[in-house]
């Protein structure tokens, strides 16, 4: 099994481009979410869903976008990037929401210039 | 709100020597889960061990096992026989039970095994 695809591995953006990351996962998981981790802050969670169809908001969601149109995929995407938007993101997922494990990606490193 | 604190931003040891990585937690819930992520210079997010609150016992996986004090909120990781290959940063996370699923993680512990 793959896991937890995520793609760019990298990516650089000019300030006010839109882009959107990639995630993908074959685990049959309900629950997938996106968190960016930047220096000294450890790992924030962007958004998250809890099946197809339905998502929700996290800690830092502001400037991002999701979908869940399917069980697998669980797109992130960028409105207007900004260079406070620089960072690593990571696409997780687990079977539930409250299950004991989470899956990660490989995470995404964005740069905004 | 939960919180995790990591107070040691980064810690050496010598190969094959022990080291023991701190943690603490803030919550007011008495079911979850604790967690220890390694994150080597690849950025893949490896778990490497995690506590279920509810039981007494301490968890260990191989040379890696923890040390969780409930009512101090503390949940330190010690490596054993500590190997190149266990370089990395290292993040404590806590699971609740809130209604977004989130982990919360610490700022993380920069470990460096020197040979």
């Known amino acids: 099994n793959a896991g937890v695809t995520q793609t760019p591995k990298f990516q650089v953006l000019k300030t006010g481009q839109s882009m959107t990351l990639q995630c993908a996962q074959d685990?049959?998981?309900?629950?997938m979410s996106w968190y960016r981790q930047d220096p000294g802050m450890g790992l924030r969670l962007i958004h998250y869903s809890v099946g197809a169809g339905i998502t929700d908001q996290g800690e830092v969601p502001n400037g991002y976008n999701v979908s869940r149109s399917t069980t697998e995929d669980f797109p992130l995407r960028l409105l207007s990037a900004a260079p406070s938007q620089t960072s690593v993101y990571f696409c997780a997922s687990s079977y539930t929401m409250t299950g004991k494990r989470a899956f990660f990606g490989q995470g995404t490193r964005l740069t905004v210039v | 709100a939960q919180t995790v604190t990591q107070s040691q931003p980064e810690m050496s040891v010598q190969e094959a020597e022990t080291v023991t990585l701190s943690c603490t937690y803030d919550?007011?819930?008495?079911?979850?889960?604790l967690f220890w992520y390694k994150q080597p210079p690849s950025r893949q997010m490896i778990l490497v061990i995690r506590?279920?609150?509810?039981?007494?016992q301490n968890a260990t996986e191989n040379r890696f096992s923890v040390n969780f004090q409930k009512a101090a909120k503390s949940f330190s990781l010690k490596i054993s026989d500590s190997q190149l290959g266990d370089t990395a940063m290292y993040f404590c996370?806590?699971?609740?039970?809130?209604?977004?699923?989130?982990?919360?993680f610490g700022q993380g512990t920069t470990l460096q095994v020197k040979p």
């Open positions: 996370a806590f699971k609740g039970s809130s209604n977004t699923g989130k982990l919360i």
């Open positions: 919550t007011s819930e008495n079911n979850y889960y």
């Open positions: 506590q279920e609150a509810y039981k007494q």
């Open positions: 685990m049959n998981h309900e629950y």
